[in-house]
Each structure stands twice: as structure tokens, then as C-alpha cells.
């Protein structure tokens, strides 16, 4: 089994040298690596959530810091991390049970009962505390301190001692091992949602694009090209404009897909969007990820796309995969919005090599160059966001968003004092 410090390394380095093409991919890699650091990591008897919490978080935090804008590096992270907390409470709830069902086969008199009563209303209360509080889910052993010791450890009628020390230990043994299973069994199922969200988002399509539609896209997602070739298998029949995507020019090999495909489709350049959205019925163009507000990380350009849209009443529909649910808000400091890519996307130094050349006694360039990555589009340009569970309002992502992931995790990287 190859060393765990080797595969974080290797991940590191893809990341930051920016050779993990796709979000699907940098989650699908990242899901797998976090996988193989809780199958390798040696567990307490004690505390045991809580020492693969902390592994998750030690790595977690280097693979953000090693590419913050990759949003979906933390996603990922955080929900291994929710997962984690969901799993030991789900154990948590089931040992209280089994206590429970312990305590009230003990005992046939009165008095017996009464104890047991007492008992059951503690571990009752014990379990409802967990449920209501499943953000910050108590461990075992907190819960069964708090409870009287019959009730903490059940009686164990045997011969010997050393029989009933062995029968903890093996107790404890199957605990451990039953916790580590449960985590990597879901770890496991999130992996074939991340490989199979295009699929789930593509069985939509039919719902949301008619017959002799035009729809618009800019530049070039999977999730897109999946989405209309499904509605086409559906025998719709329906028009494509795609945008270039300058200055990268993905929209030419989404177009050229698409031809492949069969579809009908449109080649414009990004400055006539506004000149053709009066023709379009529906916007539909993927994302780089989803903010807790609504609000949504794209390809740069498609917020100039989302303002044409609103002046002409036209749907302007998002597709994203649950991956790219970031449970954290614009604003906030963990998150970094865009990236500047390199000039020579946008320009020959060989041609302007003289604009680039300092200007006399001014010590700085006369000609610079910006060339951002990514737009925001705030939640009130979204018309509708279609993942692998559905459609769904802006105004619902927050809720949705909250289903996957802990309070506590939201923070992964620890601040610098």
C-alpha cells in the first residue's frame, strides 16, 4: 500500500502546478486521496471521530492552501468532514439504543424498575441532546460518563475476569473498526455521486428544454454538453448559440462537440451576445462553484451573459454538480474569487514586446495586462439551479448547501497569529 505522506504530495503538486483539468476531477482525486488518509489512520479507543477529524483537517488544509480558487478541494474536505461527525453519531445513537434495551432486561422487582425508569428517561434525554445538536455531535465516551455506571457498562455475568477484560477489548476493537467502515462506505458513495452528476443533472434535461427552443451557452463544461445531447436523445429539437469564451476560446470545442453530437448549433463572438439574447428562449451554462447565498463562481464573461439575460426576461439556468455546493459566502475570507491567468492568452510579446517595455523614468510598464479567470453572478441573475438532486430556487441553496456540511468545518485552515 503506497506511503499516505507520497499520495498528499503527489495531489499537491497537481494542484499546484494546475494539472487536474475540472472541478469533477479535482473532487473525484481529492475525495479518493482523504479516502486513503482515514484507511491508513491508526484510531484510539477513545475519541475516535475526533482523530480522523483531525487527520482530515491536517491534510484537508494543505490541499487548500495549495490552490485556494480550486473551491472544490474544500467542499470535498468539508463534507468527508461532515461525514465523519455523521457516522460517529449514528454509532453514538445505536450503542444508547443497545444500553438501553440492556437496562430494562435487568431486573424483576420494584425497585429494579424504578431504576430503570430513571435510566431510560437519562439515555432518552442523552439521544435527543445528540439529535438536536448533530452539527456538533457528542462522542460515546461523553455520553456514557454522564450516565450512572450500571447503566454505562452493562453487567457481564461470567466466570472469569480476564473473559469479561477480553470481551471490552474486543468491544472496543469492532467499535473502532465498524466507525473507519461506516466513513469510508460513504466516502465511497460520494466518490459514484461525483462520477455519475453529470448523468443525474443530464436525466433533467427534457423537464427544462422544448422542442424548437435556441439556447445560449458560453465557453466549454461537460455538464452543459451532457445536458443537451441528453434532450436531444429525447428527440427534442432545438438550436445552440455558443459564445467563444475569448480569451481561451473554449466555446470552439464545445461547439465542435456538439456538431459531432447532431445538434444545431451557432458559433458567435462574446461581444454579440446582447445583439442575440432577444433571439434565445433559455441561458443554460455550467459553473465553478455554488456560494452559500446563491450567488455563482463562472468562467469569466458570463456575468455580462446573466445582465443580458435579466434585460431581455430571459431564464438564465446554472447546472453544478452537489461538489460544487461551497457552504461558505463571497465575503468571506476563506473564499478566493477569481485568478489571473497569463497575458499571453491575450496577447503576443513578441508584437507588443515595445508597449512592454518600461517607459523612461517612470520604472514601471506602459502597457499592463489583466486577464481574470472567473466572474461572480449574483443570486438575483439566477433564474434556476439544476445539480444531481433537482432544481432549485437562489433562494434555496442555503438549505440545501446546509445539508451537507457542518458548522463547525466550515473553517479548515487554522489563521495565522
Known amino acids: 500500500m503506497p506511503d499516505v505522506q507520497a499520495l498528499v504530495n503527489d495531489f499537491l503538486i497537481k494542484l499546484k502546478k494546475r494539472k487536474i483539468e475540472g472541478s469533477q476531477a479535482t473532487a473525484r482525486q481529492a475525495a479518493e486521496l482523504l479516502r486513503s488518509v482515514i484507511s491508513q489512520q491508526r484510531v484510539p479507543y477513545t475519541n475516535q471521530a475526533g482523530a480522523l477529524i483531525d487527520a482530515v483537517r491536517a491534510v484537508g488544509e494543505q490541499l487548500i492552501s495549495a490552490n485556494p480558487v480550486e473551491v472544490a478541494v474544500g467542499n470535498i474536505v468539508r463534507r468527508v468532514l461532515h461525514i465523519i461527525r455523521e457516522e460517529d453519531l449514528s ?33 432518552a434525554a442523552a439521544v435527543a441532546a445528540a439529535a438536536r445538536n448533530a452539527l456538533r455531535p457528542p462522542s460515546l465516551q461523553t455520553l456514557l460518563e454522564d450516565m450512572p455506571e450500571s447503566v454505562a457498562i452493562p453487567h457481564t455475568y461470567s466466570s472469569g475476569g480476564d473473559s469479561e477484560g477480553k470481551s471490552k477489548s474486543a468491544d472496543k476493537s469492532s467499535r473502532t473498526r465498524r466507525l473507519k467502515h461506516d466513513v469510508i462506505e460513504a466516502v465511497n458513495e460520494l466518490i459514484q455521486d461525483i462520477n455519475t452528476c453529470h448523468e443525474q443533472i443530464a436525466e433533467q434535461a427534457v423537464e427544462h428544454i422544448h422542442q424548437n ?64 439574447i432577444s433571439r434565445v428562449n433559455m441561458v443554460i451554462v ?43 459566502y463571497p465575503h468571506n475570507p476563506e473564499v478566493l474569487l477569481n485568478e489571473l491567468r497569463s497575458p499571453s492568452e491575450l496577447l503576443d510579446f513578441g508584437e507588443f514586446s515595445d508597449c512592454l517595455d518600461f517607459g523612461s523614468g517612470t520604472g514601471s510598464p506602459l502597457l499592463h495586462v489583466v486577464n481574470p479567470a472567473f466572474d461572480y453572478v449574483p443570486p438575483k441573475l439566477v433564474s434556476l439551479f439544476i445539480t444531481d438532486t433537482g432544481g432549485h430556487n437562489p433562494s434555496y441553496m442555503y438549505r440545501l448547501i446546509a445539508d451537507y456540511y457542518s458548522a463547525d468545518d466550515l473553517v479548515v485552515r487554522r489563521r495565522v497569529t
Open 91 to 123: 454509532l453514538t445513537t445505536a450503542a444508547i439504543a443497545g444500553l438501553n434495551l440492556s437496562a430494562a432486561s435487568d431486573g424483576d422487582d420494584d425497585d429494579d424498575d424504578c431504576e430503570r425508569d430513571e435510566h431510560t428517561v437519562l439515555s
Open 213 to 276: 427552443e435556441v439556447i445560449l451557452t458560453l465557453g466549454s463544461s461537460k455538464t452543459v454538453l451532457e445536458f443537451l445531447y441528453a434532450a436531444k436523445e429525447k428527440k427534442r429539437s432545438f438550436r445552440v448559440f455558443v459564445a467563444e469564451g475569448a480569451p481561451r476560446y473554449q466555446g470552439h470545442l464545445l461547439a465542435k462537440e456538439l456538431v459531432t453530437r447532431g445538434l444545431h448549433t451557432t458559433l458567435i463572438t462574446d461581444s454579440a451576445v446582447f445583439a442575440m
Open 286 to 328: 455550467g459553473a465553478h462553484a455554488v456560494m452559500a447565498n446563491g450567488g455563482v463562481i463562472v468562467p469569466v464573461g458570463l456575468n455580462m451573459v446573466a445582465l443580458a439575460a435579466q434585460k431581455h426576461a430571459v431564464p438564465f439556468v446554472v447546472l453544478a454538480g452537489s461538489h460544487k455546493l461551497c457552504p461558505l
